[in-house]
Nanobody, 128 residues
Framework: QVQLVESGGGSVQAGGSLRLSCAAS????????MGWFRQSPGKEREGVAA????????YYADSVKGRFTISQDNAKNTLYLQMNSLKPEDTAMYYC?????????????????????WGQGTQVTVSS
């Protein structure tokens, strides 16, 4: 089992920045990828950013390219999402996810089917 706990959410003005953290614990061996997803009321969960844990290759949704950066600290078993130039449309619950013992395709790293462990979420609210 892998447990994921997010932190760092909050309320900011448009144009501001936040850094989200995801602490992983439990049996993390076999984790092939990790990612960040977000969901707002009445909408489907969407992939924001992903990283392959072994190679460190990153992937981003078009809507956040150039503004968000995903990174990992393997020594601390921690995943990060640096969010800059935040917009009101970034408002959502943000979830950390890990794919443990699963294969994945490059084109599905931003799809929830690549992940089987999820955090509880942290709220991000951006006001104008």
């Amino acid at each position: 089992q892998v447990q994921l706990v997010e932190s760092g959410g909050g309320s900011v003005q448009a144009g501001g920045s936040l850094r989200l953290s995801c602490a992983a614990s439990g049996y993390t061996y076999g984790t092939g990828c990790m990612g960040w997803f977000r969901q707002s009321p009445g909408k489907e969960r969407e992939g924001v950013a992903a990283i392959t844990t072994g190679g460190g290759t990153t992937y981003y949704a078009d809507s956040v390219k150039g503004r968000f950066t995903i990174s990992q600290d393997n020594a601390k078993n921690t995943l990060y999402l640096q969010m800059n130039s935040l917009k009101p449309e970034d408002t959502a619950m943000y979830y950390c996810a890990a794919g443990v013992g699963l294969g994945y395709q490059w084109g599905l790293l931003l799809h929830p089917s690549s992940y089987n462990a999820w955090g509880q979420g942290t709220q991000v609210t951006v006001s104008s």
